[in-house]
């Protein structure tokens, strides 16, 4: 099955105003606003969420969120909504990355918590999973990702599956300059698939978009993004640069149409 390319850049806690507007308006100038082999998206911090979105509105840039809360509007001090993305035309959102895995110390419940309530509002979730260095070296891969896959998506219906996307990230490769090798992510990603199957079905399996995140950068995307399980990249220090950042989405585009 043809799945859409998704490349997201995830900006993390990074940018100016003036930086991130000029970073969107360098996107919006190059994407095309009808790609139907690429959906492109950033995502950046909060307090630039509004006015990022009002520079790739009508574009083909779409803006996403990199967290969220679970809860409806109310007393929860220094949390955001997902009625308020949706609000500001917000329509996705990354949940699980690892930096809040690990720094933030969020847990499987919390994250499927963010995981229900970011579907009921109707945002597209983008489900961050992977393992440690330390994990990989003693062979628990595929273990870790099943504990993140089973808690993250735990009381998610099949129905909800075109809302969600899958972003392996294996935590050693992320922002160190290390890239799994293609066919460590490969191997990955069709573990994933398989779970996704055995857990829900082959249609679902089919269709979910599985991307790959860990220093993607415009050397190594377009042989990652050629094996057959990966679906598009989470793209974290090189989302934060035109230069490479649009190589990349040009490499999805090359391979959506070849
Ligand atoms: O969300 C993005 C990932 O954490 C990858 O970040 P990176 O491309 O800087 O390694």
């Known amino acids: 099955m043809m799945r859409r390319y998704l490349v997201a850049g995830n900006w993390k806690m990074n940018t100016t105003r003036e930086s991130?507007?000029?970073l969107a308006q360098a996107l919006v100038a190059e994407v095309p606003?009808?790609?139907?082999?690429?959906e492109v998206l950033v995502c950046p911090p909060f307090p630039y969420l509004t006015s990022i979105g009002d520079v790739v509105n009508g574009s083909g840039v779409g803006f996403g969120a990199q967290n969220c809360y679970h809860e409806a509007p109310g007393a929860f001090t220094g949390e955001t909504a997902t009625e308020m993305l949706t609000d500001i035309g917000c329509r996705s959102v990354i949940l699980g990355h690892s930096e809040r895995r690990h720094i933030l110390k969020e847990t499987d419940a919390d994250i499927n918590l963010k995981v229900k309530k970011a579907l009921a509002s109707g945002l597209q979730v983008i489900l961050c999973v992977g393992e440690l260095q330390s994990e990989r070296?003693?062979?628990?891969?595929e273990a870790v990702l099943d504990t993140q896959m089973t808690g993250g998506l735990d009381g998610v219906d099949a129905s909800a599956f075109d809302q969600i996307v899958i972003?392996?990230?294996?935590?050693?490769?992320?922002?160190?300059?290390?890239?799994?090798?293609?066919?460590q992510a490969e191997a990955a990603h069709q573990y994933l698939r398989n779970w996704l199957k055995d857990k829900y079905?082959?249609?679902i399996s089919d269709a979910t978009r599985i991307l790959y995140g860990g220093s993607v950068k415009p050397d190594n995307a377009q042989e990652l993004l050629s094996q057959e399980n990966v679906d598009g990249a989470l793209v974290g220090g090189a989302s934060l640069k035109p230069e490479l950042f649009i190589p990349i989405i040009q490499a999805a585009s090359g391979l959506a149409t070849s």
């Open 20 to 22: 991130g507007t000029q």
């Open 33 to 38: 606003a009808e790609n139907p082999g690429v």
């Open 137 to 141: 070296e003693a062979d628990q891969t």
């Open 167 to 183: 972003a392996y990230e294996p935590v050693w490769a992320i922002g160190t300059g290390l890239t799994a090798t293609p066919d």
């Open 201 to 203: 079905s082959a249609e």
